[in-house]
C-alpha cells in the first residue's frame, strides 16, 4: 500500500514569516502550497493582506491566492469544499502538500471539517444586520458575552461576521453558539503535520509594525481608496481597510488610522495566538529556526510510526 499522504500545516500569528517557511518546506519537498488566509483570496485586496510577493509566488505553486473577487460571497463552507478538491488532486502527484495560514477556523475546516448548524431564519440575521448598523460592534459584542461567555472568550470579536454568525443560532435556538461545536472530526484520507512559529509578543507586535508601515509605503492608502465605494461589502469588513475607510469618512485622521491598523492587527495576532494554543498538535518552533531544522523533523516525524 502507498504511504497515507501527509498535509503539512504552517501556522501561527501573522507576518511571523509562515510564508517563507511553506516556500522552503514546499521547494524541499517539490511540492505545492496551499493558502488558508481568508483574506488573500481576494484579488482586489493585495497589500492590505500581505499576499505573497511575485517572487514568492513563483518560487513555488501556490493555490488559492487572490483566485475570487470580494463581489463574489465566499465563505469558510466553500473553502473546505474547494481545498479537499484541490488536495485529492494534489495528492496524486506528490506524498506530501504544505497549507498555510494564520485564520484557524479555515485551517481546521480542511483538517477536521466544519461543525453542522441548524438552520436559521433569514430575518434573524437581517435584524442583527440591523442592529449593527444602528448601535454599532460593541452592541453585538455585549449581546455575545451576556449570553454565550464560552464562545466569546475565544471568539473573533472585531469580526461582525462572526459576531452575528453565532448571535443568529443564540437567537434562532436559544441555546448558545458554543454548544453546537465540533466534538468530533470529520475523516480525511491523509495525515496532518502542524509546524507552529513563534516570538515573544514583543517581537511579534514589532514585526506587525513594520509590516503596516510597509504596506502604507507600498500603497495601501491608494487601493483602500479604490474599494472605498464598496466598503460595506463582507470582504472588506477586515484590519487594514475598516480604519482607512474611517480617515475617509472624516473620522479619524490619516495617523489615527495608520496607528487603529497597528493596534488591531496586534489584537488579531493575539486572538490568533489563543486559538492555536488549544491545538495540541502543533509542533512549535521559534521564528527564527533555520528552515532545514524544520525540514529534517518532518522528515523525521513523518518516517516514525509514531
Known amino acids: 500500500m502507498p504511504p497515507t499522504p501527509l498535509l503539512i500545516c504552517i501556522v501561527g500569528p501573522t507576518a511571523i514569516g509562515k510564508t ?5 518546506i514546499a521547494k524541499h519537498f517539490s511540492t505545492e502550497i496551499l493558502s ?26 501556490h493555490h488559492f491566492i487572490q483566485n475570487r473577487s470580494i463581489f463574489e460571497p465566499y465563505n469558510v463552507g466553500d473553502f473546505e469544499k ?16 504544505v497549507m498555510v495560514g494564520g485564520s484557524g477556523l479555515y485551517v481546521d475546516a480542511v483538517v477536521k471539517g466544519l461543525d453542522k448548524f441548524p438552520k436559521v431564519k433569514k430575518e434573524v440575521r437581517e435584524q442583527l444586520s440591523k442592529q449593527l448598523e444602528e448601535h454599532g460592534l460593541t452592541s453585538l459584542q455585549r449581546e455575545l458575552k451576556e449570553k454565550d461567555p464560552t464562545y466569546f472568550k475565544n471568539a473573533d470579536i472585531q469580526n461582525p461576521h462572526r459576531l452575528i454568525r453565532a448571535l443568529e443560532i ?7 453558539f458554543s454548544s453546537f461545536l465540533k466534538k468530533d472530526i470529520s475523516e480525511r484520507n491523509f495525515d496532518t503535520l502542524y509546524i ?81 494554543r488549544k491545538n495540541e498538535q502543533i509542533h512549535w518552533f521559534p521564528y527564527t529556526t533555520p528552515p532545514q531544522e524544520i525540514v529534517n523533523f518532518i522528515t523525521y516525524k513523518n518516517a516514525s510510526p509514531n
Do not use: C
Not at 483570496?41 to 505553486?61: C, R, S, Y
Open 36 to 61: 488558508a488566509d481568508s483574506r488573500q483570496f481576494f484579488k482586489e485586496m493585495a497589500i492590505g493582506t500581505a499576499v505573497p510577493t511575485t517572487e514568492e509566488l513563483d518560487a513555488a505553486p
Open 170 to 176: 443564540i437567537r434562532g435556538t436559544g441555546k448558545p
Open 82 to 97: 474547494d481545498a479537499l478538491l484541490k488536495l485529492k488532486e494534489l495528492f496524486k502527484k506528490h506524498d506530501k502538500v
Open 196 to 276: 507552529g512559529l513563534t516570538a515573544e509578543r514583543e517581537k511579534i507586535y514589532e514585526r506587525i509594525n513594520k509590516r503596516v508601515d510597509i504596506m502604507i509605503e507600498n500603497g495601501l492608502m491608494e487601493e483602500a481608496r479604490q474599494l472605498y465605494p464598496h466598503k460595506d461589502l463582507n470582504a472588506l469588513q477586515t484590519v487594514g481597510y475598516k480604519e482607512l475607510f474611517q480617515f475617509f469618512d472624516g473620522e479619524i485622521s490619516k495617523e489615527e488610522a495608520v496607528s487603529e491598523i497597528k493596534k488591531n492587527t496586534r489584537r488579531f495576532a493575539k486572538r490568533q495566538g489563543t486559538w492555536f
Open 20 to 24: 517563507a517557511l511553506g516556500i522552503e
